[in-house]
Nanobody, 126 residues
């Protein structure tokens, strides 16, 4: 069973930057394999933020983060990253890494992802 471990969360002022990391015990590179970042704020549903096709190395973003966040991967390290710039108070949430080893098309629906990390807290203050 693949295990995902997130790191890099913390507290930052609005306008600042953070980079999250997600290390996978087994990292699959395939045109059907997707890694993604989700977030969940208190009282809100889990929201897909960004996803990457690990074989094609193509990316897709939620409108709320487009132009500010960048998802990337390091195959050698078996790690996916989320670079977050121009952070806003509304970005405060627990951020989760997720894997979808047998995907067909792009999606940021949480129900489509099979494997999840434990989450890392990101807090943005004024």
């Amino acid at each position: 069973q693949v295990q995902l471990v997130e790191s890099g969360g913390g507290s930052v002022q609005a306008g600042g930057s953070l980079t999250l990391s997600c290390a996978a015990s087994i990292y699959t590179t395939s045109i059907n394999s997707y890694m993604a970042w989700f977030r969940q704020a208190p009282g809100k549903e889990r929201e897909g933020v960004a996803t990457i096709n690990t074989g094609r190395v193509t990316t897709y973003y939620a409108d709320s983060v487009k132009g500010r966040f960048t998802i990337s991967q390091d195959i050698v390290k078996g790690t996916v990253y989320l670079q977050m710039n121009s952070l806003q108070v509304e970005d405060t949430a627990i951020y989760y890494c997720a894997a979808r080893p047998r995907g067909v098309d792009w999606t940021l629906a949480a129900a489509s992802f099979d494997i999840w990390g434990q989450g890392t807290q990101v807090t943005v203050s004024l």
